[in-house]
């Protein structure tokens, strides 16, 4: 069983930075792939990247590609997110994932993760 918990989320204005961590307990937190998520109100639940076991790969979405970055420390067992060059359409709630799969390339379909965290609200104000 891994618990996931979000922090990090605030108001922010349009074009700042934001940072979000997610802090793991339970075992093996570096047999897990992690991804962020993000649902903005009245739309569906979004991909925004993911980042391999060990770190050495990431992926993105287009729309946050360039802007943000993930990167994790197995040892403290978190995973963070970094935010820069906010935009409004970036308002949403933020989640974060873990996934036991080998095969990364469902992640972005978030159907099959293992377990979510209870999400860290984003407000980008222009």
């Known amino acids: 069983q891994v618990q996931l918990v979000e922090s990090g989320g605030g108001l922010v204005q349009a074009g700042g930075s934001l940072s979000l961590s997610c802090a793991a307990s339970g075992r093996a937190f570096s047999s897990y792939a992690m991804a962020w998520f993000r649902q903005a109100p009245g739309k569906e639940r979004e991909f925004v990247g993911y980042?391999?076991?060990?770190?050495?790969?990431?992926v993105y979405a287009d729309s946050v590609k360039g802007r943000f970055t993930i990167s994790r420390d197995n040892e403290k067992n978190t995973v963070q997110l970094q935010m820069n060059s906010l935009k409004p359409e970036d308002t949403a709630v933020y989640y974060c994932?873990?996934?036991?799969?080998?095969?990364?390339?469902?992640?972005?379909?978030?159907?099959?993760?293992?377990?979510w965290g209870k999400g860290t609200l984003v407000t980008v104000s222009s």
């Open positions: 980042i391999s076991w060990s770190g050495s790969s990431t």
């Open positions: 994932a873990a996934y036991s799969g080998w095969d990364l390339q469902q992640i972005p379909k978030g159907v099959q993760m293992n377990y």
